[in-house]
């Protein structure tokens, strides 16, 4: 879950990203992935469901935030998350958008992901997962000029 808050400044719009991941406790204790432990330690990371993402302990995150934040619009991919979008929406009162994520959708904003580190727009909170994701970051181009993060 990527919370992303931004201004807009005389030197052009500046993001400022934080971030909350959940993961099964399998895959935390797994011998893949050692990080995972510190992670979730540091509160990086947190464990939820024990085999499988537990989806009502995501939602229940969700619902404190949106309480706890100034929360105006929520983004969501519709791969298994429209239910829990639609609770979302029903419940809080605050306006649910589906963002897909193909070419078409992502280019644009990978586009604007680009200009903004490279002119010192994006801030985040130096999370250790969020570096080793972005890391992992491989840009897809199409024909069309589309890029699609893979």
């Known amino acids: 879950m990527m919370r992303v808050y931004y201004e807009d400044l005389n ?49 229940e995150y969700a619902r404190a935030f949106i309480k706890a ?15 829990l979008a639609q609770r979302l929406e029903k419940d809080c009162g605050v306006p649910i958008v589906e963002f897909r994520q193909n070419a078409q959708m992502l280019s644009p904003a990978m586009d604007e992901l680009e200009a903004a580190i490279y002119s010192g ?11 080793w994701m972005a890391g992992n970051v491989v840009l897809k181009y199409y024909k069309t000029d589309y890029k699609l993060p893979t």
């Open 11 to 59: 030197t052009g719009r500046h993001y400022y990203v934080f971030g909350h991941r959940f993961l099964p406790g399998a895959a935390i204790e797994a011998d893949e992935n050692h990080s995972y432990q510190s992670w979730e330690i540091e509160q990086y990371l947190t464990k939820c469901g024990d085999t499988e993402t537990d989806l009502d302990e995501v939602e």
């Open 121 to 131: 727009r994006l801030r985040h909170d130096n999370c250790k997962v969020l570096a």
């Open 69 to 83: 934040a100034n929360t105006r619009e929520l983004t969501y991919d519709q791969w298994k998350a429209t239910q």
